[in-house]
């Protein structure tokens, strides 16, 4: 089980940081992925970790912004989102699973509950 922390409301230029707490695994044995989701497009991932904690990717949209990462002792994965913009604006979803590809859109089923994060002035 995932279950998800942070998000709210916040001011372009700003920051936020999302948690991600696992229970049952470690989430240190699994890629981790963020995605954030649009109302009407299809859920994206735009970071993702494999768990050599070595390999971080990012999708083009949120590279040099957003920085993922894990604290194995807390079993707890985040995304530190930094300038944010409007566009940033949705719904964030964390995921943990083996997947070939850690910034794939499929292959996780193991899924948070979802936050939302509104950039608005």
């Known amino acids: 089980q995932l279950v998800q922390y942070g998000g709210g409301l916040v001011q372009p230029g700003g920051s936020l940081r999302l948690s991600c707490v696992a229970s049952?695994?470690?989430?240190?044995?699994?890629?981790v992925a963020w995605f954030q989701e649009v109302p009407g497009k299809t859920r994206e991932p735009i970071a993702c970790?494999?768990?050599?904690?070595?390999?971080?990717r990012y999708s083009d949209s949120v590279k040099g912004r957003f920085t993922i990462s894990r604290d194995k002792g807390t079993n707890t994965a985040y995304l530190q989102m930094d300038d944010l913009k409007p566009e940033d604006t949705g719904t964030y979803y964390c995921?943990?699973?083996?997947?070939?590809?850690?910034?794939?859109?499929?292959?996780?089923?193991?899924w948070g509950q979802g936050v939302q994060v509104t950039v608005s002035s």
């Open positions: 049952g695994f470690r989430v240190g044995d699994y890629q």
């Open positions: 995921a943990a699973d083996h997947v070939a590809w850690c910034l794939s859109r499929i292959g996780y089923f193991t």
């Open positions: 970790m494999n768990d050599d904690d070595v390999v971080t």
